[in-house]
């Protein structure tokens, strides 16, 4: 079992590790979702997830599409899309992956992982997945 630490990393690029090291069958906890980068203008990113929000099925509203609002599942989702998911390896494989918000007091001893690759070292032009959240109205 590996804890990362996603505070300052590229959401993208974090996904793209995690996927991969899931896909071999190991067992990932990301800690701090609401801390994670995605890079971009600001404004776009708002506008490209409010959009989802707002976009109404034409049939049974009761079903999807449906996207959520909290920053632990809007990781979740995102590491989702780089994992062959309809086919039985990909579901496998994603449910070896755990996305907090926070740090759980089971990982507060463990040590935190850092992927050096993934690494935000934009000075400006990003926003956290927390603050995204916010704007959409989630509450935790």
Excluded: Y
């Amino acid at each position: 079992m590996t804890v990362i630490d996603g505070t300052n990393m590229i959401m993208g690029r974090l996904g793209t590790q995690v996927a991969k090291r899931i896909l071999k069958r190991e067992v990932i906890h990301i800690v701090n979702a609401e801390h994670v980068v995605i890079t971009g203008n600001r404004k776009n990113i708002f506008e490209k997830f409010r959009v989802r929000l707002v976009i109404a099925p034409k049939g049974n509203p009761h079903k999807g599409p449906k996207f959520s609002r909290m920053p632990d599942r809007i990781v979740r989702r995102a590491i989702r899309g780089m994992l062959p998911w309809k086919q039985p390896r990909g579901k496998l494989a994603f449910k070896n992956l755990r996305v907090h918000i926070g740090v759980p007091e089971e990982f507060a001893a463990a040590k935190l992982e850092k992927i050096e690759v993934c690494q935000n070292r934009h000075a400006k032009g990003f926003t956290t997945v927390g603050e995204l959240a916010k704007s959409l109205g989630a509450k935790w």
